[in-house]
């Protein structure tokens, strides 16, 4: 029962506007160590959990990269391109879309 405690830590967490992934991984500690886990069991079920999921891994690259295409004018080069969009008619759009 004290176990559950997890998802109190995690309601305190969102309630009061913290990083949600330091949230649920001090959940995720607090909840090992009160399962009767030593802290190398917790960290040994991180790691195994990481490495299992391919989406956190896929999460954990693709961010950089967003960064460093934010930084070198992504955003900029969407607006272009959605300006030039403006005047296409839908037959085009559709052309270019299907192709």
Avoid: C, H, W
């Amino acid at each position: 029962m004290i176990v559950l405690l997890g998802v109190v830590v995690v309601i305190l967490g969102f309630v009061t506007r913290r990083n949600p992934v330091l949230v649920v991984g001090v959940a995720g500690i607090v909840t090992g160590l009160l399962g009767k886990m030593n802290p190398q069991e917790v960290l040994a079920a991180f790691g195994r959990s990481f490495a299992d999921s391919r989406s956190v891994t896929v999460f954990a690259i693709v961010l950089p990269v967003i960064g460093l295409l934010e930084r070198y004018g992504l955003r900029e080069q969407a607006r272009n391109l959605i300006g030039r969009l403006g005047s296409l008619s839908a037959g085009r759009f559709l052309a270019v879309y299907l192709l």
